[in-house]
């Protein structure tokens, strides 16, 4: 729900209705909303960043591995819902720091995933940093653009435009 339609937009009843609880179950489960969406954003976090090294780490290949981690990075999620954790951090971090810092922790982990990639290409680490927050910078936009039903031309040339940086074009 809370990817669907937004943490503000969900209500209670969307949530109960959705989990098959009352609200007295919901409430003994999950203690608030908050903690639901507090639970289901390290949930969503962990299992993609195990999704995207277990991609890195089946290539042997650091280039074949950094086109597939962007190419998944960029196609993560092919409908318009976008990232669950873009979603969160863009509609919730200004206002909730335990949200904020739970989405600078998931950035930095990819980051750091993406640098240890560019890392075993060679590049210095400064610039491998560099580029690694580049990238994911590119790559989060990207799900802002499909959340807002961008043309998947659009999102192409981001990843044509991601991997040119590395010079993997």
């Known amino acids: 729900m809370f990817w669907r339609k937004g943490y503000e937009a969900t209500s209670l009843d969307d949530l109960t209705e959705a989990t098959h609880l ?3 179950s919901f ?3 999950f ?3 908050r903690e639901l969406l507090l639970h289901a954003y390290r949930r969503y976090a962990n299992a993609f960043y195990a999704d995207m090294k277990t991609l890195a780490d089946e290539h042997e290949d650091t280039d074949t591995a950094l086109r597939a981690v962007v190419k998944a990075l960029v196609d993560a999620r092919p409908d318009d819902r976008g990232c669950f954790c873009v979603n ?7 206002s909730d720091p335990e949200l904020a810092e739970l ?3 998931h950035i930095q982990r990819m980051c750091t995933l993406l640098e240890q990639l560019i890392t075993r290409r060679g590049t210095r680490r400064p610039l491998a ?3 690694a927050a580049t990238l994911m910078t590119l790559t989060m936009g990207s799900a802002v653009f499909r959340k ?3 043309a998947e031309g659009t999102l192409k040339s981001v990843q044509r435009q991601a991997l040119g940086l590395l010079g993997l074009a």
Do not use: M, T
């Open 148 to 150: 807002a039903s961008v």
């Open 88 to 94: 969160a951090i863009v509609e919730l971090a200004p």
């Open 103 to 105: 989405g600078r922790d």
């Open 27 to 29: 409430y003994a489960a």
């Open 31 to 33: 203690g608030s909303k």
């Open 129 to 131: 940093r560099a580029l």
């Open 22 to 24: 009352s609200r007295s």
